[in-house]
């Protein structure tokens, strides 16, 4: 009986640097993601047209950077939207529901919301050999 008290002492006290290790885990693939697009989006472009890379003439160099500063800008702008809107939704949401906390949001969220069956074991096809297979299943569903 005491190692279970012993147990939970140790959970709970584990469970804030488990968070943080997630978060930092979290913000590090989406920092690896975002890195790797640009410069995916970069290469494709200096693939698509090598000369607007490989000349350095001053007007070009300005231009290059006049358009990534443009594209800065509006980085910065969609990204605010975003988090700013979806945070508002989420707010309102919580504001909406008379919740206190998380597990009563949940609550609530499950009183309003059916419930969804689970599925197990599965009714229906769940491997496909690709894409095609997958469509044309798709479209023939529910028509038997």
Do not use: Q
Not at 10 to 28: M, P, W
Not at 36 to 52: L, N, Q
Not at 75 to 99: D, E, P, R
Request: charged share 25%.
């Amino acid at each position: 009986m005491m190692a279970d008290a012993a147990e939970v002492t140790t959970e709970g006290s584990n469970d804030r640097v488990f968070k943080i290790k997630a978060g930092i885990f979290l913000s590090a693939v989406a920092g690896v993601s975002i890195l790797a697009g640009f410069s995916r989006t970069i290469m494709s472009a200096k693939k698509t047209d090598p000369s607007v890379f490989e000349n350095t003439k001053p007007a070009n160099v300005a231009l290059l950077e006049g358009g990534s500063r443009l594209a800065m800008r509006a980085l910065g702008w969609g990204t605010l939207y975003s988090v700013v809107g979806v945070g508002a939704f989420c707010y309102g949401c919580w504001k909406l529901s008379g919740a206190s906390n998380m597990d009563e949001f949940k609550l609530k969220v499950k009183e309003k919301f059916p419930l969804v069956p689970r599925n197990d074991p599965p009714r229906s096809r769940t491997d496909f050999d690709g894409l095609t297979d997958l469509l044309k299943y798709l479209s023939t569903w529910g028509k038997e």
